[in-house]
């Protein structure tokens, strides 16, 4: 923050989730995040804001049409961390073949949402052989050349479901609670879900009913209804818990805030002459050789070097019940880097091109 915005004025730092309208009444730019509503509560008394910047792909904790109507700029930052989340999911379905002794390859993912984090998904699964079916009526619609499916379908063929769609409320393809008691039941036996979008999408409640009647469905959630406070009930019946992490990764954060950064240098007609590269501590060269990337268990051997979700499952069952466990978590999440920082050995030979395009960088060794 202070490195791209320290020259442009004094930083102010507040609690984003308590933010009230008396703290932003002078302020010349707003940067929030996803916890923070942006909205004529918060700022009437401020008559002075030139940018409201988020570092998020989600807006829906902010007002567009109040935001529109003051002639304040707005921008977010949309696929600054859609390699995160795409990395994040691919790892938990990794993780989940493993603990089921029930291999990813050979599955059938379906993915529901192919906007930024729904493609990223898409391209691990593709780098890994894996065969992917997209849902979005709304792209469809808008003629994107991609071929899709309903969503009846993708639960009827596919073995894996990934959300990653926005929460909106009205409208023809409204995806709150577009899981809910029925279209849960409607899923195959056996089937992966996975939430990285937004809670709202599942009925939590629902989803608790169903789970308990329903073990053979595995069901990893990185967001949930209600957050900070998740249902606790629900915890247990969840093979791997995250407090809405999935897009941490350092580069998706730098990323998300350079964007900003680029915006407001823009509003404010001033030159901005940072790089991105500044905010990123150098890549990994560790020596692992593709050569080893044998199977799957091997390959996720690699994955849990960049990440290891299995950490922050343990944190989360151990904290979200604490005051303010949720967010100390996401507010102290340790440094995550993506799959691109870690340098593999002959990542060039025909036969593990895949890594490469799975996102790791290659060198020579
Ligand atoms: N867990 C986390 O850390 C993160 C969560 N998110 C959440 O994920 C959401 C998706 O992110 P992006 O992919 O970057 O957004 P995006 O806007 O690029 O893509 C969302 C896609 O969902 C599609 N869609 C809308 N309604 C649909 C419906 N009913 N059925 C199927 N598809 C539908 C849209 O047409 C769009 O292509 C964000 O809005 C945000 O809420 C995003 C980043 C990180
Ligand atoms: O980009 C989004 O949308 C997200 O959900 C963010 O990754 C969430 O992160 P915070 O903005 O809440 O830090």
Same mark, same amino acid.
């Given at each position: 923050m202070q490195q791209l915005f320290g020259d442009l004025g004094t930083i102010e730092t507040v609690n984003g989730r308590e933010l009230a309208a008396e703290q932003v009444k002078d302020a010349d730019v707003l940067l929030v995040r996803s916890v923070t509503k942006v909205n004529q509560a %918060?700022?009437? !008394? !401020?008559? /002075?804001? /030139?940018f409201v910047g988020s570092a998020t792909i989600g807006t829906d904790h902010i007002d567009l049409e109040y935001?529109?109507?003051? !002639?304040i700029p707005f921008s977010n930052a949309p696929g600054c961390n859609a390699t995160a989340v795409g990395e994040f999911a691919f790892i938990a379905m990794l993780e989940l073949a493993q603990r089921f002794k029930s291999p990813l390859k050979g599955k059938v993912v379906g993915i529901v949402g192919?906007? !930024?984090?729904?493609?990223?998904?898409? /391209?691990?699964?593709?780098a890994y052989g894996i065969e992917v079916l997209l849902c979005d009526?709304? %792209?469809?619609k808008k003629g994107d050349s991609r071929s899709f499916v309903s969503l009846n379908t993708l639960i009827d063929k596919c073995d894996v479901v990934s959300l990653h769609v926005p929460i909106t409320k009205t409208g023809e393809h409204k995806t709150w609670y577009l899981f809910d008691e029925a279209r849960l039941n409607s899923l195959r036996e056996n089937t992966w879900l996975l939430n990285c979008c937004r809670g709202e999408v599942i009925d939590n409640r629902?989803?608790?009913?169903? /789970?308990?009647?329903?073990?053979?469905?595995?069901?990893?959630?990185?967001?949930?209804?209600?957050e900070p406070n998740p249902m606790p009930e629900l915890v247990p019946y969840i093979e791997f818990c995250t407090p809405?992490?999935?897009?941490?990764s350092l580069e998706g954060k730098a990323r998300g805030t350079f964007m900003l950064y680029q915006q407001l240098t823009k509003v404010l007609a001033i030159k901005g002459d940072k790089q991105m590269e500044s905010l990123l501590p150098p890549l990994w060269s560790e020596q692992v050789s593709a050569i080893e990337i044998a199977d799957e268990r091997a390959l996720l051997q690699l994955a849990r070097f960049v990440y290891d979700l299995?950490?922050?499952d343990e944190l989360f069952r151990n904290n979200f019940l604490n005051n303010h466990g949720f967010d100390h978590m996401r507010k102290n999440h340790k440094h995550r880097r993506e799959f691109s920082a870690l340098k593999v050995g002959n990542i060039g030979q025909t036969n593990v091109n895949? %890594? *490469?395009?799975?996102?790791? *960088?290659?060198v020579e060794l």
């Open positions: %918060l700022l009437e !008394n !401020n008559d /002075k804001l /030139k935001l529109a109507c003051r !002639n192919a906007g !930024n984090t729904g493609t990223a998904v898409a /391209k691990c699964l593709k009526p709304v %792209l469809e629902a989803l608790l009913r169903f /789970k308990q009647q329903r073990d053979d469905v595995k069901v990893v959630l990185d967001v949930w209804e209600g809405h992490i999935a897009g941490y299995r950490d922050d895949w %890594l *490469s395009n799975l996102g790791f *960088s290659g």
